[in-house]
Structures are given as C-alpha cells and as structure tokens.
Antibody, heavy 119, light 107 residues
C-alpha cells in the first residue's frame, strides 16, 4: 500500500524557517518524481515544487522560488521542503504528492500538515 | 502560466442527478488534464487523468472528456458520497495549475 506521511508542521513567525519531511512507503520511491502542493484555509490547491526521481531537476512556483528548497533522500525514502523567509501567505496545509508514471498527475497524496505563519 | 478556469464554482444537486463540471485552459494542453475529488479535512483523490482515463477503483459514474482547452467532468448519477469539492489540474507544463474548484452540495 502506498503511504506518504508528512512530518508535523507548526506555527512559525514571519521571516522564520521550517523544514517539512515526507516519509514514503509501499512503492519504489527512487523511481518517482515527487511534489509539494499546498492549500490555504478555505482556498484552492496550489502546486509548490517538484523534484525528479534522480534529483537532477527541480521546479518551483514563482511564489516560493528563492525561499523554498525541495530535496529528497532516496536511500531513506524521504522528501523534504526547506522553507525560509516565511510569510503570512505561506500559511496552508502542505501535502506531499507522488507524480504517477502511468497517471500523468498526482496519484497519491499524504494526509497533509498545517503550517501557520504568524507573529 | 496556463490559467485553469473552472465552472460553476458551486452546484446544488440531488441524489441521482447528472452533474457536469467544466474546466477551460488558457492555452491548449492536449489531454494533459486530471480531475480530483476532495472532502473536508481530507487530501484530494485522483478520479481521472489524461482527460478521460478513470483511475483504478473509481466508480464508472465518473467520466471525463475534452482536449486542448475545454474539458468536462460528468457524474452520471450523483451518490451521497459524491458531495465534495472537485478540482481540475493541468499537467501539460510547469507551473502546474489547478482550477478554482467546484463544490457539489446537497439540494
């Protein structure tokens, strides 16, 4: 069974940093591109960042480029999102999501972890 | 960036009704479109990818159609468990973008 489990988010002050992690199991993690997607309270979904299976390619939404860094450790089946210079508008539930190789879409999602940026 | 315009933003329907939701892309995306269902407090669930391919385990009352700029998600006979919010996703190019969502409510 495919499982994606995000680490606990939390409350961070504006300008602060937070690192999210996502533990993957039930599939060959090293062969899939992985992503972060977020959803602000009561709002729609926003793609944040993607990383290829071999880490050679990364992509970011304009809203986070230069502040967030996506990475992965294939040996530990883990995905990470380092978030720096956090702003109030970064407050959201953050989801880890697998990019399907057959279904060219996010095919499995974690349960999501809330991040609140507030003083 | 490719903008995804989803309509309607909400729809009230009864069990057994046929419901249609549309997504329009600001430029052609071939068939690189997916549909998701999301219930409150839950992660989105993939329903359809490549515009019309049903994800494994998804009931056949869900169907998708369209190509390039105009896409449709149809629920042929609405069931109680289908009351949720639905999103489209363009998977053609970065940045990946979602439609604004359609909330399907009980009439």
């Amino acid at each position: 069974e495919v499982q994606l489990v995000e680490s606990r988010g939390g409350l961070v002050k504006p300008g602060g940093s937070l690192r999210l992690s996502c533990a993957a199991s039930g599939f060959s993690f090293a062969t899939y591109s992985m992503n972060w997607v977020r959803q602000a309270p009561g709002k729609g979904l926003e793609w944040v960042s993607s990383i290829s299976s071999d880490t050679s390619d990364t992509s970011y939404a304009d809203s986070v480029r230069g502040r967030f860094t996506i990475s992965r450790d294939n040996g530990k089946n883990s995905l990470f999102l380092q978030m720096n210079s956090l702003r109030a508008e970064d407050s959201a539930v953050y989801y880890c999501a697998r990019w399907g190789s057959e279904a060219w879409a996010f095919d499995y999602w974690g349960q999501g972890t809330p991040v609140t940026v507030s003083s | 960036d490719i903008q995804m315009t989803q309509s309607p933003s909400s729809v009230s329907a009864s069990v057994g009704d046929r419901v249609t939701i549309t997504c329009r892309a600001s430029q052609g995306i071939s068939s690189w479109l997916a549909w998701y269902q999301q219930k409150p407090g839950r992660a989105p669930k993939l329903l359809i990818y490549a515009a019309s391919t049903l994800q494994s385990g998804v009931p056949s009352r869900f169907s998708g159609s369209g190509s390039e700029t105009d896409f449709t998600l149809t629920i042929s006979s609405l069931q109680p468990e289908d009351f949720a919010t639905y999103f489209c996703l363009q998977a053609n190019s970065f940045p990946l973008t979602f439609g604004g969502g359609t909330k399907v409510e009980i009439k």
